[in-house]
């Protein structure tokens, strides 16, 4: 997954949810007022995990194609063996 998937996801989203979209805001924007170390530490911690998780999907995504093209040489070694 690219980050061009993630921002389009994400918008699509928004524009889809917008009243959703807006209560996450209106209750962010509290949380951030009255409880500003609270919510840095929470916002680190989402940052942290979403980075984490993306790394993941991206070796994922890596070891999928590479284990793709060795089944696919292996079909086209096997093809000119016969």
Not at 27 to 51: C, E, R
Not at 52 to 81: A, C, D, H, P
């Amino acid at each position: 997954m690219d980050i061009k998937e993630i921002y389009d996801i994400t918008i699509a989203f928004i524009r889809c949810h917008t009243i959703i979209v807006i209560c996450l805001g209106a209750a962010l924007s509290i949380f951030i007022y009255y409880k500003p170390k609270a919510m840095s530490k929470i916002m680190m911690l989402a940052v942290g995990i979403g980075i984490i998780f993306y790394i993941i999907s991206l070796i994922g995504e890596s070891i999928f194609e590479g284990v793709q093209k060795k089944e696919e040489m292996g079909y086209k070694t096997k093809r000119l063996i016969d």
